[in-house]
Nanobody, 114 residues
C-alpha cells in the first residue's frame, strides 16, 4: 500500500525558509520519479518540483525556479522540498506524489504571512 506522509509546513514570515519532508513507503521509492505539488482553495494542484529516481535530474516551473530545491534520500525513502525566500503567494497545501502512481498524502500547510 502506497503511503506518503508530508510534514514540515507552518506559518512563516515573507522572506523566510521552510524544509518540507515526505516519508514514502509501499513502493519502489528509489526507482520512482517524485514530485511536489501545491494547491490553494478553488484551484487545481500545481506541479512545483520533480526529481528523478536517482536524484540526478530536477525540474521546476519558472514561477519557483531559484527558490525551490527538491532533493531525496533513497536510503531513507525520504523526499524533501527546500523553499527559500518565501512569498505570500507560496501559501498553499503542499503534497508529494510518485509521478507514476495515483496516491496522494494528506499534505502539509504552508502559510506565508506577516
Amino acid at each position: 500500500q502506497v503511503q506518503l506522509v508530508e510534514s514540515g509546513g507552518g506559518l512563516v514570515l515573507p522572506g523566510g525558509s521552510l524544509r518540507l519532508s515526505c516519508a514514502a513507503s509501499g513502493f519502489s521509492f528509489s526507482n520512482s520519479t517524485m514530485t511536489w505539488y501545491r494547491q490553494t482553495p478553488g484551484r487545481e494542484r500545481q506541479l512545483v518540483a520533480l526529481i528523478s529516481g536517482s536524484g540526478a535530474v530536477t525540474r521546476y516551473p519558472d514561477s519557483v525556479k531559484g527558490r525551490f530545491t527538491i532533493s531525496r534520500d533513497n536510503t531513507k525513502n525520504m523526499l524533501y522540498l527546500q523553499i527559500d525566500n518565501l512569498l505570500p503567494e507560496d501559501t498553499a497545501v503542499y503534497f508529494c506524489k510518485a509521478s507514476a502512481l495515483g496516491a496522494w498524502g494528506q499534505g502539509t500547510q504552508v502559510t506565508v504571512s506577516s
